[in-house]
Each structure stands twice: as structure tokens, then as C-alpha cells.
């Protein structure tokens, strides 16, 4: 079974703050993407990276995937209260149509 | 397109009732996924189907759970008899198998508490 660890669980950050999001396996994806959940809706997506090395850019979130397509990091510059919500990645299987999630991260982002 | 589209958007029971949740994922989507979400082990997979077929139900807690897709355009998960460990946001979601990168789009959720 394809495990991702996500980290960290909690985060709280004050408007205008910095912030970086990881996501690690020891095994390898052929893709992983980073979704967002806010309450009462389900998860949306926000990108989905499938080169190693690969980095997108989504307006203030930067989106790498690792070399090896093991790990992967998400980073928003500048957060703001609309950053509020649960991120979740989710690494895709060389075959198949299944995904593995992370356990997401609960990002407050206060005024 | 709509999206997918999940009912009810909430359900409160009693233990021992028959509960039925419903999805329509979007419309040329070929794989279903049922999800189940709570704050202590977050979003797990509990089955899903290719082509109207259950490829892995490995997810689905116990013998009270099954899931059914009759065709195409919708699929059902039924809990009998429920228990008040059900509670939790279940989720149906669908993508294109064999298509860009395995997307899944996720309904708004049925939120499920039995009491």
C-alpha cells in the first residue's frame, strides 16, 4: 500500500506570513496533485505536477514536485485569510485509476 | 456540466436504519470513487469501479457497506444496519479513466449522522 505522509497537520499563520507544505512517500508516483477543501464542500483541485523536478506556479502558490516523484511541497508567499482551508495532496498510481491522499493540512490564516 | 451531484447533502438516522447515499458523477466519466472523511483518519477510499465494475472495495469497513452502479450515471453506497462509528462526510467523486493524470472531482459530500 502507497502511504503519504503530509506535514504539518495544523498550521496557523498570521496575513502576510510565508508558509510551506510537505508531502513525502517512499514510494514513486507517476503524478501528484494538491487539492483544497473548504467546509461544508469537497476537495477541489489546484494542480497536478508529473515531471520529477517539475515547479508550478498558481498566483501566490508554488507547486514542486520532487526528482525522484516521491515527495512534493507546496508553498504560498504572502498568505491571506482566503488561504484558509484543508490541503490535501494525492499521489497518482503508475497504473490504475485510484489516488493515494495525504492526511491534508488544516491551514488558518488570520486577519 | 453540473459536476457531480450527491444526495442527500445531509443525513440524520438512527442506529440499526438502512442508509442509502446517492452520486452522479459527471457525465463521460468512467471511474466512481466513494470516499469517507472524518477528522480522525481523514479522507480513505472505501471503493471504486471502472466502467461500472468494482475494481477494489478493499476500503469498505465490514459487511454492513456495499456499493452498487447499475450503469453509467449512478452509483449508490448503502450502510444496514447503521451505526453511530458511521458518522462521517462520505464523498463520491469521478474522473476519466485513462485520462488527464487521474483528476478526480469530488461532490459537495453527504454528511451522515446516526445517532
Known amino acids: 500500500t502507497q502511504l503519504l505522509e503530509q506535514s504539518p497537520q495544523f498550521l496557523s499563520i498570521q496575513e502576510g506570513e510565508n508558509l510551506t507544505v510537505y508531502c513525502n512517500s517512499s514510494?514513486?508516483?507517476?503524478?501528484l496533485q494538491w487539492y483544497r477543501q473548504e467546509p461544508g464542500e469537497g476537495p477541489v483541485l489546484l494542480v497536478t505536477v508529473v515531471t520529477g523536478g517539475e515547479v508550478k506556479k498558481l498566483k501566490r502558490l508554488t507547486f514542486q514536485f520532487g526528482d525522484a516523484r516521491k515527495d512534493s511541497s507546496l508553498h504560498i508567499t504572502a498568505a491571506q485569510p482566503g488561504d484558509t482551508g484543508l490541503y490535501l495532496c494525492?499521489?497518482?498510481?503508475?497504473?490504475?485509476?485510484?489516488?493515494?491522499f495525504g492526511e491534508g493540512t488544516q491551514l488558518t490564516v488570520n486577519p | 456540466d453540473a459536476g457531480v451531484i450527491q444526495s442527500p447533502r445531509h443525513e440524520v438516522t438512527e442506529m440499526g436504519q438502512e442508509v442509502t447515499l446517492r452520486c452522479k458523477p459527471i457525465s463521460g466519466h468512467n471511474s466512481l470513487f466513494w470516499y469517507r472523511q472524518t477528522m480522525m483518519r481523514g479522507l480513505e477510499l472505501l471503493i471504486y469501479f471502472n466502467n461500472n465494475v468494482p475494481i477494489d472495495d478493499s476500503g469498505m469497513p465490514e459487511d454492513r457497506f456495499s456499493a452498487k452502479m447499475p450503469n453509467a450515471s449512478f452509483s449508490t453506497l448503502k450502510i444496514q444496519p447503521s451505526e453511530p462509528r458511521d458518522s462521517a462526510v462520505y464523498f463520491c467523486a469521478s474522473s476519466s479513466y485513462g485520462g488527464a493524470k487521474n483528476i478526480q472531482y469530488f461532490g459537495a459530500g453527504t454528511r451522515l449522522s446516526v445517532l
Open positions: 494525492a499521489g497518482a498510481e503508475t497504473s490504475g485509476s485510484r489516488l493515494t
Open positions: 514510494s514513486v508516483f507517476s503524478s
